[in-house]
């Protein structure tokens, strides 16, 4: 997320998504009847669970799971000298996050400024926790923008929607997730206690 996405890049996602939800609602429409209404709310449910699966709990560990069971002494302490810390991954990734998902424009300005990460490990185990609400809370705010096509078709750029930066952003989450991950099975932590 450190470049400013192009329309070009994202246009195979834009094209697939919509020809997706034209072919849902198209099939559905001759079955509808009186209640036409009632296959397009299918349809766009069905696309809403695909974007919680991207954001929440699909393809690898649920993002809540990711970020369970660690202490302040695991996520502040680096693996290695070239390594970022468990606390500065998902810093990173929840300021990436809170950027697109509620348009903030002075963290937008920091982050053009190149502060990508922290400036310090944190002190308080309530930095830790409040730092994984903000994540957690921004992935809820990502499916808000995702629940109807007219906020996904929103442009937050020249040719460039909501709906690109949103697959973009569960992309960038699901690097530094593994990353995190990583980062657990190094250091003795993963999977979290009692959990499999
Ligand atoms: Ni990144």
């Keep these: 997320m450190d470049d400013r996405l192009t329309g070009t ?3 195979f996602w834009d094209t697939w998504l919509y020809t997706l939800l034209c072919l849902v609602i198209g099939l559905g429409a001759p079955m509808a009847g009186k209640h036409s209404s009632r296959p397009l709310d ?3 449910e069905g696309i809403l669970s695909k974007w919680r699966h991207l954001f929440v709990d699909g393809e690898y560990a649920r993002r809540e799971k990711v970020l369970s069971g660690l202490t302040l002494e695991q996520v502040k302490r680096p693996p290695s000298e070239q390594s970022h810390s468990i606390y500065e991954e998902l810093w990173h990734a929840t300021r990436c996050q809170t950027i697109v998902v509620t348009r ?12 990508h990460y922290p400036i310090h490990p944190p002190v308080e185990e309530e930095e830790w926790s ?6 957690l809370s921004g992935l809820e705010k990502a499916l808000e923008w995702a629940s109807s096509p007219e906020k996904l ?6 040719g460039v929607t909501m709906g690109d930066v949103l697959h ?19 250091i003795g932590t993963w999977p979290p206690a009692g959990e499999s």
């Design 42 to 44: 299918c349809a766009w």
């Design 104 to 115: 903030d424009e002075g963290w937008y300005e920091s982050w053009q400024r190149g502060e």
């Design 168 to 186: 973009s952003l569960a992309v960038h989450n699901a690097y530094h997730m593994g990353k995190i991950v990583a980062v657990r099975q190094l």
């Design 9 to 11: 890049d994202y246009a």
């Design 130 to 135: 409040a730092l994984v609400t903000e994540f």
């Design 153 to 158: 078709g929103v442009e937050v750029d020249t």
